[in-house]
T-cell receptor, first 116, second 110 residues
């Protein structure tokens, strides 16, 4: 199946700093990628839809100025958590899907962010 | 009401047992349905898609009931390696967005 690579797999940062997470589709082009956040024992919550060459679409309640998304190429989307705080500590996962819409989603390995 | 709801479990079963659980979805326009497996601190991985006629993959059987808006997963002859959280995932409409259930935890004991 298709491969999505996410990096880093874990990161610890100090409050107030910014962290960039990369999501790459290795063997296919993804015009659309998705960023999720998952807290312990909870569901994956969609944060935003990353659109190649245009602005990301954020879900209600997600601050676009805090979670910056850039999708500059068909194989790379980045999520930057700006001015991180301990409450931003979570598991962040990206995904991409092949056409047509509604087919299997392929997930990156996830990034466990801990803000201290 | 959540778009996708699951019994969180946990379902604790002995090896060799059969375990089954459901997932309900709220949007009758939902078009695609999946079961994903997620191990602790890992990304979800596709277990199987769910087709209207129901489908089977080895020890796993998935069913879709559109009238009652639920899908089910049945695991036969449970193995220790089946211990995981099973996520019900629904695609609504013609875009790529997926809605996730919170997951059903299954623990298979020796």
């Amino acid at each position: 199946g298709a491969v999505v690579s996410q990096h880093p797999s874990w990161v610890i940062c100090k409050s107030g700093t910014s962290v960039k997470i990369e999501c790459r589709s290795l063997d296919f082009q993804a015009t659309t990628m998705f960023w999720y956040r998952q807290f312990p024992k909870q569901s994956l919550m969609l944060m935003a839809t990353s659109n190649e060459g245009s602005k990301a679409t954020y879900e209600q309640g997600v601050e676009k100025d805090k979670f910056l998304i850039n999708h500059a190429s068909l194989t790379l989307s980045t999520l930057t958590v700006t001015s991180a705080h301990p409450e931003d500590s979570s598991f962040y996962i990206c995904s991409a899907q092949l056409l047509p819409a509604g087919t299997e989603a392929f997930f990156g390995q996830g990034t466990r962010l801990t803000v201290v | 009401r959540k778009e996708v709801e699951q019994d969180p479990g946990p379902f604790n079963v002995p090896e060799g047992a059969t375990v089954a659980f459901n997932c309900t979805y709220s949007n009758s326009a939902s078009q695609s349905f999946f079961w994903y497996r997620q191990d602790c601190r890992k990304e979800p991985k596709l277990l199987m898609s769910v087709y209207s006629s129901g489908n089977e993959d080895g020890r796993f059987t998935a069913q879709l009931n559109r009238a009652s808006q639920y899908i089910s997963l049945l695991i036969r002859d449970s193995k220790l390696s089946d211990s995981a959280t099973y996520l019900c995932v629904v695609n609504i409409g013609n875009d790529y967005k997926l809605s996730f259930g919170a997951g059903t935890t299954v623990t298979v004991r020796a």
